[in-house]
């Protein structure tokens, strides 16, 4: 890859734009098999550590069942509103992880069969490269003839690295979707416990305000003149407080 780019470079200084062409694109199948080789670890790793990650899933779904909404009855108001807008937050943010894994699953016969569709075009292409024997020289001067060699075996290189990257995917896919199952068994259970944990806010809050208006009614007097300004501007404090939390 590095005398590919000198060549490129050399000829782009030049000003030879076919051979610079042709180097270009020896370089970018090279980067393509580089990454597909990449791929490959990965899909590898996934295979390897699937049970690991499944279990891990399991366990916080297990804490999960044991769980209960924390106790709020020390908090005031401003905390609840705080607190709530946390967990409200979380919610959110669980409920998009949900949906990403509910894509992936019913994507999962569809991915499947493009791999396949895309192995068959590579098995296809790849007996039309011919196989050829070539000893690199690092003191030839660059020629059309290098280039268009150098091209083949980069496409060859790029087009197995793809296939052992594709095969590694489908080999791993069942151990990853069985990783995804547990996990979405686990996001379904956080999200029922934010939602609970949501109630009990909201339900403190309910009690608070019931509260505040409790306060009116019994600090002032109803036939005080000052009775119907006090009870104004507390529901529409309380009007304001809902408000600032929808």
């Known amino acids: 890859a590095e005398l590919v780019r000198q060549r490129l470079q050399t000829q782009t200084v030049r000003g030879n734009t076919d051979l610079s062409d042709l180097y270009q694109s020896v370089a970018g199948w090279l980067d393509q098999a580089i990454a597909y080789q990449q791929n490959e ?47 409200r937050a979380m919610h959110a943010e669980t409920s998009n992880q949900l949906d990403n894994l509910d894509r992936k ?15 068959n075009e590579i098995n296809l292409r790849l007996p039309e490269l011919s196989d050829i024997e070539i000893t690199v020289n690092r003191r030839a001067k660059p ?34 979707y069985n990783v995804i199952q547990v996990q979405q068994a686990e996001l379904t259970g956080r999200l029922a416990f934010i939602a609970d944990t949501i109630d009990a806010l909201e ?16 600090s002032i007097s109803a036939d005080r003149p000052a009775y119907p300004i006090a009870e ?7 009007a304001l407080r809902r408000e600032h939390r929808a």
Do not use: C, M
């Open 143 to 176: 020629s059309l003839l290098e280039a268009a060699q150098w091209l083949t075996l980069a496409e060859q290189k790029a087009l197995k690295a793809e296939r052992r990257a594709l095969n590694a995917k489908l080999f791993s896919e069942p151990a990853r």
């Open 232 to 238: 104004a501007l507390s529901q529409e404090y309380l």
């Open 41 to 87: 670890a990965h899909y590898n790793e996934q295979a390897a550590t699937a049970t690991l990650r499944a279990a891990e899933f399991q366990l916080k779904l297990d804490e999960l069942a044991g769980e209960r909404p924390p106790d709020a009855s020390t908090l005031n108001l401003e905390q609840l509103d705080s607190r709530i807008a946390e967990e």
């Open 105 to 119: 699953i019913q994507s999962r016969e569809a991915t499947a069969q493009q791999i396949q569709t895309r192995l």
């Open 203 to 218: 339900e403190q809050i309910s009690q608070r305000e019931g509260s505040q208006d409790s306060l009116v009614a019994t």
